[in-house]
Each structure stands twice: as C-alpha cells, then as structure tokens.
T-cell receptor
Framework: AQSVTQLGSHVSVSEGALVLLRCNYSSSVPPYLFWYVQYPNQGLQLLLKYTSAATLVKGINGFEAEFKKSETSFHLTKPSAHMSDAAEYFCAVSHYNNNDMRFGAGTRLTVKP | DVKVTQSSRYLVKRTGEKVFLECVQDMDHENMFWYRQDPGLGLRLIYFSYDVKMKEKGDIPEGYSVSREKKERFSLILESASTNQTSMYLC?????????????FGEGSRLTVL
C-alpha cells in the first residue's frame, strides 16, 4: 500500500522568504503525487499534481514541486512567501489503477510579517 | 463551477444517536470518498465508492457505514455515535481509475459527539 510522510507538522517563515514543505512517499508502483491546501474552515483545494510527465510541476499561487524518484520525494516550494499562503498543506499519493488516495499528516505554514 | 456539497457544516449529537452525513456532487463523477480529518493524523480514508451501490472499506471503517443509491449522492452513517467519532468529516469525488485521480472536496462537516 502507498503512503506519504510529511516532515514537520509546523513550518514558520517570514514574508518574502523561501517556502519549503517536505514530502516523502512510499509506493511499489509508479505513483501519482499531489499537494493540496486547506484554508481555515474550508475543504481541500488542489495546488498541483505529478502524473509521470515533467518532474518539475508548477501549480497555482506560485508553488511548484519536484518529483525525485531516487529520493522518493515530492517537496513543495515557493520562492517568496506571502501572508495569504498561511494554511495547512497536505501531500497525497495514489496510482493509475487505484481508486483511493492516501494523505500525509499535514504541515501548517505560518507566515510572519 | 464544480461542486461537492456536504449537507451540514456543524453538527452536535449525543452518544448513541444515529448520524447521517450527506454529500452531493454535480460533476457526474464515478468515485466518491469519505475521509476523517484529525489534528496530527491528516486525512484517513473511511470508505469509498466507485459506482452506485458499490463500496470499499478504507483504512478506518469501524463504526461507520455508507450508502450510495444514486451516482451523485454518497452518505456516511454512524449507527451509534461515540465521543471518539468527534471529528471533521470530508467528502470528495473524482473521475474513475485510469485518469489523473484528482479529488474534489466539500467544505467538511464538523461533528461533535457529547
């Protein structure tokens, strides 16, 4: 079965600083990988997804993630944090032939002025 | 705009009560899911359905059941609510396997069991 591990339950950065949220996955078959964002009192929204095309994936709001098979990682980055990026971020994994998706425990991002 | 709608945003129930959480999607998606979200644990899959009247257990099905009588509607049922089922419940839908599998989520139902 597939799984993901998010390193760091809380990450705090200053406005304008680099954002790096870490995700490692475990999968016996080629994975599909996703990052979702959740703002307070809302459901999850898709930020970006990797589906075996380009290894560097660009998403909404200036976020991007790089799939590294050798490291089994899919870390999320943004060059310059904005106050509006404060939210909880979830990494998730699924497969081409799977109906289900598995999520990490989440990382809460705080952006300081 | 695509939409997944959960019938109740906030519910308060008593121990032993039967609880229905309903979810409707307007995207004609084959797959529907119920997740439970708890701090520090992320989202855990309770049940999913890949077709009308079809269901599969997820990682934490104990104490829950589901119903899918129509393609657009997927209900989560707590037969006898307990305090350890106090949580946020998220419904989602997606296209079938063999596609990109992106999930579309509702806004969540926060259940408190007293």
């Amino acid at each position: 079965a597939q799984s993901v591990t998010q390193l760091g339950s809380h990450v705090s950065v200053s406005e304008g600083a680099l954002v790096l949220l870490r995700c490692n996955y475990s999968s016996s078959v080629p994975p599909y990988l996703f990052w979702y964002v959740q703002y307070p009192n809302q459901g999850l929204q898709l930020l970006l997804k990797y589906t075996s095309a380009a290894t560097l994936v660009k998403g909404i709001n200036g976020f991007e993630a790089e799939f590294k098979k050798s490291e089994t990682s899919f870390h999320l980055t943004k060059p310059s944090a904005h106050m509006s990026d404060a939210a909880e971020y979830f990494c998730a994994v699924s497969h081409y032939n799977n109906n289900d998706m598995r999520f990490g425990a989440g990382t809460r991002l705080t952006v300081k002025p | 705009d695509v939409k997944v709608t959960q019938s109740s945003r906030y519910l308060v129930k008593r121990t032993g009560e039967k609880v229905f959480l309903e979810c409707v999607q307007d995207m004609d998606h084959e797959n529907m899911f119920w997740y439970r979200q708890d701090p520090g644990l992320g989202l855990r899959l309770i049940y999913f359905s890949y077709d009308v009247k079809m269901k599969e257990k997820g990682d934490i099905p104990e104490g829950y059941s589901v119903s899918r009588e129509k393609k657009e509607r997927f209900s989560l049922i707590l037969e006898s609510a307990s305090t350890n089922q106090t949580s946020m419940y998220l419904c989602a839908s997606s296209l079938p396997s063999g596609t990109y599998g992106e999930l579309f989520f509702g806004e969540g139902s926060r259940l408190t069991v007293l």
